[in-house]
Each structure stands twice: as structure tokens, then as C-alpha cells.
């Protein structure tokens, strides 16, 4: 393993053990933890800012966005509770880091991206990397892609104003939509959302984040992983 990967992975295992008290836990799963090992987060991010790859808080990627803190990354990747044979929804592909980290966790993932040139150009860094088991796409994350529904597990990685019904419909019974809530320059928290029996959601609130906000339009720029844990 790489000196900037080792740091890393113990910045990471440090945050956890900080915010035990708020997630609940004091190491996230091994499944995770090796997942954030295998990915080069290095190959998701400008050359220019290589240097910088393996630091614990988000980067600039262009178009207004930015790759994501690794904690956050792998804690909402652990909060999903995959398995092998799940089939997961990403809303705000992003640098496709976090879409990465999901595709060494479940069978299949896909992923929905609002800015048009970015969605592409993280598309094509997946397909060349080796990520075979990813589809992306450019539209709206509100509306999810319920031709693929319903999933085991949905991660959005942009702050929504509310908690989309849409995107609850197409999980199955038990599965998790994990999602940032709150106002854009406001307070923000990560939920957990777990679809009950017929109309009837868990909602578990976890921490304070900061997220660019979640937008509608696709095309523009907005919608993207701005993240750090709060507090």
C-alpha cells in the first residue's frame, strides 16, 4: 500500500473513532475499509491536485465540484450495508470516486449525474479504469431510474431541501437511501431513510455535513459531493 494511502486510511479510522458517539460505531465495515484501499483515489482527481490525493477533505474536480472526504465516503458507503449480490442507485457521480468505491461492494451500480460534461468524463474514467459493473447516465437525480428499480440501496451525494418520495419508492422493503437534507447555506444532516412495509420509512439522523446543493435541471453545474462530517 502506498505511504498516502496508509495516512489515509488511518485518517479515516481516526475520524471514526471521533465520531463514535454519532454513528454508532467504532470501525466501519472491513468490506469498506478494503474497498477505500483498492481504489486509486489518486486516478479521480486533476493531475494538478495529485499531491493532494489521499488528504481527509474534498477537492476541487472542475465545473464547480468537488471529489469528496475519504471519511465521508466510506461512511456513507458503510451506512448503505451492501452485500455482493445488491443492486445500488448513486444520485451525483461526481469524479465517480464514490461510484468506484460502491462497485467493489455490490453486483451492480448505477449512477445518475446532473452535470452533463462532468458525467461524461467521469463515465469514461470508469470504463477505462475497469469498472465493468457501473452504468451512468446524465439527468435529473430527483426522479432516481426507476427502469432499474427497485434497489437494495440508494446514496445521494448533494444536499436535498426535503427527503424525495421518488427516490423512497424505488428502494426495496429494507433497503437504505442515504442522504444529506437541509438548506444549502444552512444546517445539514445525513439520514438514513429505511423503507418499511407499505408506506412507512425509519429515518435516522447521523451528523452535520456541508453539501453543494441537490438541482434539478440536468446540464448545469450543482450537483456534485461538497462534503465534509460536521461538528
Same mark, same amino acid.
Given at each position: 500500500m502506498k505511504k498516502g494511502m496508509r495516512r489515509m486510511i488511518a485518517d479515516i479510522e481516526r475520524e471514526v473513532e471521533y465520531t463514535s458517539s454519532l454513528i454508532g460505531k467504532r470501525a466501519l465495515d472491513p468490506r469498506v475499509m478494503k474497498a477505500m484501499e483498492e481504489v486509486p483515489r489518486e486516478a479521480f482527481v486533476p493531475a494538478s491536485m495529485n499531491h493532494l490525493a489521499f488528504e481527509n477533505g474534498p477537492l476541487p474536480i472542475g465545473y464547480g465540484q468537488t471529489i469528496s472526504q475519504p471519511y465521508i465516503v466510506a461512511l456513507m458507503s458503510d451506512l448503505l450495508q451492501t452485500q455482493d449480490d445488491h443492486v445500488v442507485l448513486e444520485i451525483g457521480t461526481?469524479?465517480?470516486?464514490?461510484?468506484?468505491?460502491?462497485?467493489?461492494?455490490?453486483?451492480?451500480?448505477?449512477?445518475? @449525474?446532473?452535470?452533463?460534461q462532468l458525467g461524461e468524463i467521469s463515465a469514461g474514467r470508469l470504463k477505462d479504469l475497469g469498472y465493468a459493473n457501473v452504468e451512468c447516465r446524465i439527468g435529473n437525480g430527483y426522479a432516481g431510474w426507476p427502469e432499474h428499480a427497485p434497489y437494495n440501496g440508494i446514496i445521494v451525494t448533494a444536499a436535498a431541501t426535503h427527503i424525495p418520495q421518488q427516490l423512497v419508492e424505488q428502494l426495496v422493503t429494507g433497503g437504505r437511501l442515504i442522504i444529506p437534507v437541509g438548506e444549502p447555506d444552512?444546517?445539514? @444532516?445525513?439520514?438514513?431513510?429505511?423503507?418499511?412495509?407499505? *408506506?412507512?420509512? *425509519?429515518?435516522? @439522523?447521523?451528523?452535520?455535513?456541508?453539501?453543494?446543493?441537490?438541482? @434539478?435541471e440536468a446540464g448545469g453545474a450543482g450537483q456534485g459531493a461538497d462534503d465534509k462530517s460536521g461538528g
Open positions: 461526481g469524479s465517480g470516486y464514490q461510484t468506484a468505491i460502491l462497485s467493489r461492494l455490490v453486483r451492480q451500480v448505477y449512477s445518475i @449525474e446532473v452535470v452533463s444552512g444546517a445539514q @444532516e445525513l439520514i438514513v431513510v429505511t423503507r418499511g412495509e407499505g *408506506d412507512h420509512i *425509519d429515518l435516522r @439522523e447521523i451528523l452535520g455535513v456541508a453539501f453543494v446543493p441537490m438541482q @434539478e
